[in-house]
């Protein structure tokens, strides 16, 4: 079921906007999105000569006219777009519980997924590790992706690659890729993420979910043992003011370097903040990016 | 217990410190596991596990401000369970030096029994030494105990003074009485403490009773015989004259025979020498006039009798050890029991005492002026059905808990009759017994306070026709007298034996009076214990000549009662003008007998009521503030703990 976040007047607004795909992609069916296909499709692409057998009807007369030469008008034809989301679900998607990210993430992946549907594009979300839907193209496939969502035993330990390749193996066609995480990993783990997603031939767009304990760990605390979710290592701490700020530096350095990565490859990056809403983000932020228009 | 700024402290419960170890560990131990940090599992160490504050490992412990403070806590709480208390030194100290006979021991090599080098100098030294470290506020009472315990001032000293006092502390003859002595100072309830000079050796009680007493009783020891060894008995010997009795040499004539008793407590033979002196107050002026001389060997630690012969004894007569060779000394340390008085008159026939027991057992060997005869029941009656003189001659006879089969011809006392007894009734043993009333103006009951007399168990009599109820208690009656036959008799139901002269005043007083009464008084007006009192009322004069001079007995006089503190010759007029003389004699071999030493036994002590003065301080009521006021504080402390703000990160 969704979240109370998708209340009428969110969905109205989702219902508004357009998933933009940077690229053009072959789909399999007719859909909202220009495809590589060039046919009988209503949007106009360019000329060609005349050949026998061509109907006349797509002779362009004007040119004719004007050159006495014969030329038919060639169409783009428009196609649905295969849409991709993995959503990260591992441990550290859930820790502290009380941040939220898991839910955050999942409602984005949620909102982009009605967007999607609503364009009756093609919509799979993958959570690495658990699961990996089947595509929905429907708009009534937004409460069924909602379910399967507050089904998925979220938190496990896993190979995050090897899952979220498993997942991304699905993939037929390419289309719109988003990847929803923390990225609170090791950078060759990002950049594996990407460049299989990449591979897929995918308009990559990566959202990175961060919380407040995440901007600014163990509030209050001086002197700790912080404990990876996902690892089990262990750091021991002296958190004084110079430690925090230099933290800050450092998640901010991180997340700089993933950031030009990804620019690199011409790859959007947003950061959203469980302090924000969803809607905050979605309408306001994702637009920006031009992933949604 | 230990002594810090002048004060004792001490701990009620010393084994609520054990916890000090244990609790200050897991204290630590919970700091050390705090400053390595509580866990906690955050998203990612990804970044933390960048920054340079890591700390590998925390080898030192170093914790914070608030940790000495919850120590603090802790220690205090525990010091409160533990039952921290803080004792007042001893404010009212009684000092009980031993001026008994044994005292006088001399422990010069040349020098005689004289003050300056006796045991009991040497005990004053010790106890102006104890005074020394002693606070300027303590009140004291300096008591001697011989003859009898009494104190050398009326009131209280000061330390100062106390040591002053201590010059008035004479060699006094009798015995110690010691134990008897402490138990009574510490149940008049005066005293929290008190420091006692002898020459005896402390023997804690097998029981295990005596730590409460080592606490309020510090012993002293002093003196050569205190620290007895092997190789010093040598150089404690001593000869003392035990005893002497006259008796006359015939029926018809007036030469008396004179039979003086001596002991060598020598390790080995001693050549002993008694002289036998007349001392005339008439015809010298008060002087001696020597009469004869004998000479024997004793043997070690064995008595030796000296017998005068063809004494015509007029006036008083004196016994003592004679020597011409200075070196004798070493033999001889105390010259207090080298001399005797012998009494100007005596009886022929012995009273008889019929007991199973011995009369050590009876105390009636302190009865010196009296050579009771001992016969068993069963000798009494053979010697009765033979009518032998023994039996027919008894001035008197003791009959202890015993009742012949025919009744006796001569005055007699009767001690505990058996229930079943011919002539005598009673009932079952009782306890708790309190005198009630008794026959006033009798000769038994003179100079008697009765009420005060103490009848652990009674024996209720039942008075026959012709006698008098003596004394009747709360259960019956406990003693009746009366003649019967035209003798004088008296029943007893209850104990007066042993016979413990001044130790138990009033039965001892009520014994002599019986047997005064029971005409048995021969040497009980001739020879009167050291220590007892005159058994005479009303007495106009007295005075005491001892054999170093005459001693005024006025002071005694006055207060109505004369207790002889030193052997002598007394001479006392009696009610109704009749001048009477009568020897004062004291012999124990435990102050004579040099070679052992004694020994002080100490159990559970009266508790008597705490004196003015005396306190202990518990520190439970005052740490309780302490920690409450510590916790508050603590509390404080957490409240205004610095909240930090966190560091947001750029949105």
């Known amino acids: ?293 | 217990m230990s002594t810090l700024f002048g004060s004792l402290y001490g701990l009620l419960n010393p084994l609520a410190l054990l916890l000090t170890l244990p609790a200050v560990g897991f204290l630590m131990y919970a700091y050390m596991k705090k400053g390595q940090g509580l866990r906690h599992t955050v998203a990612s160490t990804l970044i933390l596990s960048q920054l340079k504050s890591r700390v590998a490992a925390r080898r030192t412990f170093r914790p914070p401000p608030i940790f000495f403070l919850e120590l603090l806590i802790l220690l205090l709480m525990i010091v409160a369970i533990s039952g921290l208390f803080k004792k007042e030194p001893a404010r009212h100290i009684a000092i009980l030096i031993d001026n008994s006979l044994g005292m006088a021991i001399s422990q010069s090599d040349t020098a005689r029994a004289t003050l300056g080098s006796s045991v009991l100098q040497e005990a004053v030294r010790e106890a102006r030494s104890y005074l020394g470290g002693m606070r300027s506020d303590a009140r004291i009472k300096v008591l001697a105990t011989s003859p009898w315990m009494k104190p050398v001032s009326p009131r209280t000293l000061s330390p100062a003074e106390a040591d002053f006092a201590l010059s008035e502390v004479k060699q006094a003859y009798g015995q110690d009485r010691l134990e008897f002595n402490i138990r009574q100072l510490f149940a008049s309830g005066k005293y929290d403490h008190v420091a006692v000079f002898t020459d005896k050796r402390l023997k804690q009680s097998e029981k295990g009773t005596g730590l409460d007493a080592l606490e309020r009783v510090s012993i002293f020891s002093v003196g050569g015989r205190s620290q007895l060894s092997q190789e010093r008995r040598t150089d404690l010997q001593n000869i003392a004259v035990i005893s002497a009795e006259m008796k006359r040499s015939d029926a018809a004539g007036d030469r008396m025979t004179v039979t003086a008793t001596a002991t060598a407590f020598s390790t080995g033979a001693a050549e002993v020498t008694l002289q036998l002196r007349e001392y005339s107050i008439i015809s010298t002026g008060g002087d001696f006039l020597p009469i004869q001389t004998v000479s024997k060997t004793l043997e070690p630690g064995k008595p030796g009798k000296f017998v005068f012969t063809d004494v015509q004894a007029v006036n008083p007569l004196h016994v003592r050890i004679v020597s011409n060779d200075q070196s004798r000394s070493r033999n001889n340390r105390i010259a207090l029991d080298d001399h005797i008085w012998v009494a100007p008159d005596s009886t022929t026939a012995e009273p008889l005492v019929i007991s199973d027991g011995s009369l050590k057992a009876l105390g009636l060997e302190q009865l010196k002026s009296q050579p009771f005869k001992l016969v068993s029941p069963h000798e009494y009656e053979a010697l009765a059905g033979a009518n032998d003189h023994i039996v027919k001659n008894a001035p008197m006879n003791i009959f202890y808990k015993y009742s012949p089969t025919k009744f006796p011809g001569s005055d007699s006392l009767f001690v505990l009759p058996p229930a079943n007894s011919t002539f005598f009734q009673s009932t079952e043993v009782v306890t708790r017994a309190e005198v009630t009333r008794w026959l006033r103006s009798h000769p038994v009951t003179t100079y008697l306070n009765l009420p005060a007399l103490s009848i652990p168990a009674l024996q209720p009599l039942v008075v026959p026709p012709w006698g008098n109820d003596l004394i009747s208690t709360t259960r019956g009656s406990a003693a009746y007298l009366g003649e019967k036959d035209g003798k004088r008799i008296v029943v007893l139901g209850f104990e007066i034996f042993p016979y413990e002269a001044g130790e138990a005043p009033v039965i001892s007083i009520f014994t002599l009076n019986i047997l005064k009464w029971l005409n048995a008084e021969t040497r009980s007006s001739h020879l009167i214990p050291l220590g007892s009192p005159v058994p005479e009322p009303e007495l106009q004069t007295a005075e005491l000549f001892t054999h170093t001079g005459l001693v005024s007995l006025r002071q005694q006089l006055d207060s109505g009662k004369i207790t002889p503190d030193q052997p002598g010759l007394l001479r006392y007029l009696a009610a109704g003008g009749e001048q009477k003389t009568a020897a004062v004699i004291f012999y124990d071999e435990r102050e004579s007998n040099t070679l052992e030493p004694g020994y002080l036994t100490l159990g559970s002590l009266p508790q008597g009521e705490a004196p003015a003065g005396a306190d202990i301080e518990r520190f439970g009521p005052l740490l309780a503030k302490l920690l409450v006021l510590l916790l508050l504080a603590h509390l404080i402390f957490l409240c205004i703990q610095p909240t930090r703000q966190p560091i947001g990160a750029s949105r």
């Open chain 1, 1 to 293: 079921m969704l979240s109370d976040n998708f209340n009428p007047g969110y969905l109205r607004q989702l219902e508004l906007l357009n998933i933009r795909a940077r690229r053009t992609f072959l789909g399999a069916r007719h859909g909202g999105h220009l495809s590589m296909k060039r046919g009988h499709g209503i949007e106009f692409s360019d000329y060609r000569k005349y050949e026998p057998g061509d109907s006349p009807r797509h002779i362009d007369w004007g040119v004719y006219g004007r050159s006495d030469k014969l030329y038919v008008k060639r169409f783009q034809e428009e196609q649905a777009l295969s849409f991709f989301i993995a959503c990260d679900g591992t441990r550290s998607m859930l820790t502290p519980t009380t941040a939220g990210k898991w839910e955050f993430a999942r409602d984005i992946a949620l909102s982009l997924s009605y967007v999607a549907l609503m364009q009756h594009d093609s919509v799979r979300i993958c959570v690495p590790g658990v699961m990996t839907t089947p595509a929905f193209s429907h708009g009534r496939g937004i409460h069924t992706l909602s379910d399967l969502l507050d089904k998925a035993t979220t938190g496990n330990r896993i190979d995050f690659i090897e899952e979220f390749n498993q997942g991304l193996h699905q993939v037929k066609f390419p289309g719109v890729g988003v990847l929803i995480s923390d990225l609170l990993m090791p950078f060759e783990v990002i950049q594996k993420a990407v460049n299989a997603m990449r591979a897929k031939n995918l308009d990559i767009n990566v959202i990175q979910v961060l919380s407040d304990s995440d901007l600014d760990p163990l509030e209050n605390e001086t002197n700790v043992i912080a404990i990876d979710s996902e690892t089990g290592d262990e750091v021991r701490l002296e958190l004084s003011q110079e430690a925090r700020a230099e933290y800050s530096y450092r998640l901010e350095q991180h997340n700089l370097g993933i950031k030009e990565f990804l620019a690199n490859y011409g790859i959007s990056y947003s950061l959203a903040l469980t302090s924000q809403t969803v809607q905050e983000f979605v309408i306001q932020h994702l637009a920006r990016t031009g992933l949604l228009a």
